[in-house]
């Protein structure tokens, strides 16, 4: 089992930046690829960014590339999201997911933290 808690959402205006966090733990939290996915209100959860276990190898989604980077310290358990120049459009719940191989499909993870608003106004 994996267990995931995500912080730095909240209220910022467009233009503005970011940067999300989130802690796992469990027996495997270190060799798991992880990611990030929002859902905004009406919409389907989509793929924002991903990571492998390495941090060798990390995916985007087209309408953030350039804008949001994601990372990773394995010696602390930790995957982070920066988000930069952003717009209202990213507004949305943020869930952080881990499995153990990088996908762009809510299927493709098992583990999924609670979620974290970020509201940005134009």
């Known amino acids: 089992q994996v267990q995931l808690v995500e912080s730095g959402g909240g209220l910022v205006q467009a233009g503005g930046s970011l940067r999300l966090s989130c802690v796992a733990s469990?027996?495997?939290?270190?060799?798991?690829?992880m990611g990030w996915f929002r859902q905004a209100p009406g919409k389907e959860r989509e793929f924002v960014a991903g990571?492998?276990?390495?941090?060798?190898?990390?995916d985007y989604a087209d309408s953030v590339k350039g804008r949001f980077t994601i990372s990773r310290d394995n010696a602390k358990n930790t995957v982070y999201l920066q988000m930069n120049s952003l717009k209202p459009e990213d507004t949305a719940v943020y869930y952080c997911?881990?499995?153990?191989?990088?996908?762009?499909?809510?299927?493709?993870?098992?583990?999924w933290g609670q979620g974290t608003q970020v509201t940005v106004s134009s």
């Open positions: 997911t881990a499995d153990s191989s990088l996908g762009v499909r809510p299927r493709e993870y098992d583990y």
């Open positions: 469990g027996r495997t939290a270190k060799s798991n690829a």
């Open positions: 990571i492998d276990w390495s941090g060798s190898n990390t």
